[in-house]
């Protein structure tokens, strides 16, 4: 009781209400709230404070950057945000505002990216076919995929495809250039459930069994230490959970390992079931997707924990 208190009072307050609204519709900055309110900064920082400390509203932190967005699991905040009404004047306002802010941070992503000359589309940089691994993916993750981790998000094309059908998607990567674009393509209103943020891999900031499906989309052949990305990959989903690794298979073009920096010429299937068992995963039947470079698709579950049952002692047998 003491937290649903908490959390009703801290938005029973119009700025912080409007704050809230845009936050639903994705991630912004605190510059960028100033930008659309027409507050000062100290005035929404002490707001915003207040929203993250009653728990309807999260801080991430992306080197430099610091981010707003709804909390992965946003209970109550989404019940707040339904009972708005979308034809307030002010609501109303605010979102035109929101527009214009967000296709201005498209446009400062997409001229940092072409200034860094960095091939931000790798698939198409090496002819995969794109949309038809798109739909081999969609099709893998079936029509509910609940709650959905895009490891390695990229742009955020695959969480922008998949939208309509999860309940929460989170994308992670560890360059903020690439979230940066991802933010832009994820900034329409019907995609307001889908959040990206900064993270490694490795140690990604979340909690053990927060996901229902997991993916890992052209990702691995980058990793120094593929077991570690499976395992962890696999600590976040829920027993019974789906994990998509999806990759290229192994193939001899060191020219095309060396000019991308690929980490491994692709996967066999043999190695890539070995790692999986290594970590507690357990294998399906992978999917290949034919193309210059054949991509696999191959899907695992956390393997069950057997549970040992020990033989309950009499009490006789300590008499």
Partial sequence: MDALLLALRACAEPTRLRLLALAGRGAFCVMEFTEILGQSQPRLSRHLRLLVEAGVMERVR?????????PHNPGITRDLLARLPA????LEADRRQAARVLAERARIASESFRKQGADWDEARAMALPVDAIETAVAEAVGEKPGRLLDIGTGTGLLLERLAPRVDRGLGVDASRAMLALAR???SKPELAHCAVRQA???????????FDTA????VLHYAEDPAAALAEARR?????????VVDLLQHDRTELTER??????GFDDATLVSLMQQVGLTPGTPITVPGPLPVRIWPATPAEIP????PVPSLKEFA
């Fill in 62 to 70: 992306e080197g430099a950057n610091v981010w707003f967005t709804l």
């Fill in 87 to 90: 034809e307030d004047p002010v």
């Fill in 184 to 186: 832009s393509r994820l």
């Fill in 200 to 210: 490694d891999m490795y140690r990604l900031p979340l909690t053990d069994g927060s």
């Fill in 215 to 218: 993916v890992l989309q052209m």
């Fill in 236 to 244: 976040v989903l829920r027993p019974g959970g789906l994990l998509l």
């Fill in 260 to 265: 991308l920096a690929h980490r491994w010429p």
């Fill in 307 to 310: 549970t040992i049952e020990y």
